[in-house]
């Protein structure tokens, strides 16, 4: 199934995927709307055609299940709500949908201030201590090490309670 099809299609009887908004090696983002949910913005990443075989989708579920458990561990990770396969056997999650802008970009022709570079240095490590120190999987304490932390995968966003708010995104070789 080529990348525009997938559009205004409705996933799992719930999600109304609207436009793509990013791909990378793993696979493809799409801005999607939970119908069962009054419309609710959330996004869902699929899993890459091209990496279709038992290794990767086990690979890609568990990048899901790390996402979830961090995400209720920490605001500071991407929060990951559903799973699933598709019609055509192509696993994808539902996660937040987050507004904002990537650290690469923020930073990209300018440097931070000294105050916001620790103010969002802080958050970063508060979402990474959350990881280390571990989640229960399979009643046992697994500790996540990122491997892949970069300014491309922290989200910078506003948030109306808290002001500039940090988001780890991106556990896929955890």
């Known amino acids: 199934m080529s990348v525009g099809k997938k559009e205004n299609r409705i996933l799992g009887d719930r999600y109304q995927l609207v436009e793509l908004i990013g791909s990378g090696a793993m696979g493809q983002v799409y801005r999607a709307e939970d119908q069962i949910l009054g419309g609710v913005t959330v996004a869902v990443k699929f899993l890459s055609q091209t990496l279709l075989n038992e290794k990767m989708r086990t690979r890609f579920e568990r990048e899901a299940t790390i996402s979830a458990l961090l995400g209720e561990k920490s605001i500071h990770i991407i929060r990951v709500r559903d799973y ?18 990537s650290l690469s970009d923020i930073i990209k022709f300018q440097p ?15 979402g990474l201590d959350a990881a280390h120190s571990g989640i229960m999987l399979h009643k046992e304490l697994c500790q996540v090490v990122h491997r892949d932390i970069k300014p491309s995968n922290v989200l910078v966003m506003q ?4 002001g500039e708010l940090v988001k780890i995104l991106d556990f896929g070789i955890a």
Do not use: H
Not at 85 to 95: A, F, G, I, K
Not at 112 to 126: A, G, H, N, P
């Open 112 to 126: 931070l201030e000294l105050k916001r570079f620790l103010y969002i240095c802080r958050q970063i490590c508060v």
């Open 84 to 101: 699933g396969v598709d019609e055509n056997e192509v696993p994808y999650y539902v996660m937040e949908f987050l507004e904002g802008q």
């Open 159 to 162: 948030d109306p309670t808290l």
